[in-house]
């Protein structure tokens, strides 16, 4: 008896039913034919496929072949094996199938009296060619970034791994439109317990359908004001981090890829690091993570500074920041938020504006905050000053500056409630929470607490290569972790 949904060996009756699923949609294409005596119909959508591989490659061998005498079924398998050449070619048996098939650019052969069909992938939709990504720039190392079709994207991760222990395991997630979800990781290096994880977790989601990296990763990552799942445009960043025993995600239609487990630290670390000197590497780490405590706490400890401990100060600073205060009209609080805010809508119009309007929006907003509002009083100088400072820091480690920006107003309105007592608390609170939560059975903290000096080497420090290369251990195997490798 046969299915439901099964492929039935009346033609009509499964060109009916394609019909009737695409109702309505100018893109789908019907071609009809005749192999020998049998009617034959080959199913795709018009943009998504190559017409001149459909063509020359499927339709002209068909056509052209001579058919042995017996069934339908006999010459249809003669045409699966002996007629046709292209290299990816799917056996299929459900009208499901065909519908898979051809949301993915494949053609569909069906033929009267066989209860079964052959999909040929023969993609050929347009796609953006491959460039640096514009969010990684780095000074050294390739300018190669991932695109949107998965499979161009999985060829370069490919083309740097060349051992058949990198392994690619496809999903496909979304209850209206299936979306190919791709699991990348190096066998042995992945923890069994991570990977099995990762996929309960994708599997459980529940959405209509994904159109961009961002609808997995709250089901992929820790829960808190930091991300636990990485992101990336470049295939050798991705690369590296697979050989360290991470799992990619890869997302068909979105150039960034998921990491996980991804740990705090870094959030401090980029692909330039390994590819410069030591010493420089270790100094702009540094730099990233001053900058990352200034543009979280600073603006915060200067409003708690300003109105609760101003013996702190020195007193010329002092007397500078109380003359410009006082010809001002709201407390120090009130002006770091308003200037915030402001500049947090600066930087959003910046990003949505049409390109040739953003040069207008940096001229008004130099023109308003930088001048206007300073000489006319209504904000001083030094908060001013401290803001800019702030929101120039939060740049040097662009993962982070979501949590940041979000962080930066607590502690604004913390340090002006309760001074320094409620940023220390503030402080407090986030070293706890990264300190106590875990992505994946990894400490999110790792590898400074737990501590291990071994570690420290790529950490706050980057050593040379020749210490470097010594590394056997993956990221499971970091102090804490509770799982084990292959």
Request: aromatic residues 8%; charged residues 20%; proline residues 5%.
């Amino acid at each position: 008896m046969e299915e439901p949904n099964q492929i039935s060996k009346d033609l009509l009756e499964n060109l009916v039913a394609l019909r009737g699923q695409f109702e309505n949609c100018m893109d789908f294409m019907m071609r009809e034919f005749c192999i020998g005596e049998n009617r034959a119909a080959l199913a795709a959508i018009d943009g998504l496929v190559n017409k001149q591989i459909v063509a020359q490659g499927i339709m002209n061998p068909i056509l052209g072949a001579t058919l042995p005498e017996g069934s339908p079924q006999e010459r249809f398998s003669y045409i699966r094996d002996h007629a046709l050449s292209t290299v990816d070619q799917v056996q299929i048996r459900t009208l499901g199938d065909v519908t898979d098939r051809i949301f993915s650019g494949f053609v569909v052969l069906l033929m009267d009296g066989c209860d079964w069909g052959i999909a040929f992938g023969v993609q050929g939709f347009s796609f953006r060619g491959i460039s640096e990504p514009s969010n990684e720039v780095m000074q050294r190392g390739s300018r190669e970034g991932f695109v949107e079709p998965c499979l161009i994207n999985m060829s370069m991760i490919r083309r740097r791994m060349r051992t058949p222990k990198l392994k690619f395991e496809k999903m496909e997630i979304g209850a209206l439109s299936k979306t190919g979800v791709v699991l990348c990781y190096l066998e042995n290096a992945a923890a069994p317990e991570v990977l099995e994880e990762v996929r309960a977790n994708l599997r459980q989601i529940q959405e209509e359908s994904v159109l961009a990296a961002g609808y997995l990763a709250p089901f992929l990552e820790r829960k808190g004001i930091f991300n636990g799942a990485g992101l990336s445009e470049r295939p050798d960043t991705v690369c590296g981090k697979i050989a360290e025993g991470r799992v990619a995600i890869l997302v068909d239609g979105t150039p960034n890829v998921l990491i996980v487990p991804h740990l705090f630290i870094e959030n401090f670390q980029s692909f330039d690091d390994y590819a410069i000197r030591p010493f420089y590497a270790t100094f702009t780490r540094c730099l990233k993570m001053i900058a990352f405590f200034l543009a979280m706490f600073l603006p915060g400890l200067y409003v708690a500074t300003v109105t609760f401990h101003p013996e702190l100060l020195p007193e010329t600073l002092l007397i500078k920041i109380a003359q410009a205060e006082a010809s001002t009209p709201f407390p120090v609080m009130t002006e770091a938020i308003v200037i915030h805010l402001i500049y947090e809508i600066m930087r959003e119009a910046g990003l949505r504006v049409p390109r040739p309007l953003s040069h207008a929006v940096s001229i008004v907003g130099a023109l308003v905050i930088g001048d206007t509002a300073v000489t006319s009083g209504l904000i001083g100088s030094p908060t001013l000053l401290v803001v800019a400072l702030t929101a120039l820091s939060s740049y040097a480690t662009p993962q982070l500056y979501e949590s940041i920006a979000l962080a930066r107003l607590i502690f604004i309105v913390a340090g002006g409630v309760a001074g320094l007592w409620g940023v220390t608390l503030g402080m407090a609170a986030v070293a706890v929470g990264i300190c106590a939560e875990s992505v994946y059975r990894v400490p999110f903290s790792a590898p400074v607490s737990p501590f291990r000096l071994w570690n420290m080497r790529d950490t706050f420090l980057r050593a040379s290569w020749r210490i470097l290369s010594r590394r056997t251990e993956t990221v499971q195997d970091l102090p804490g972790a509770h799982v084990r490798r292959r």
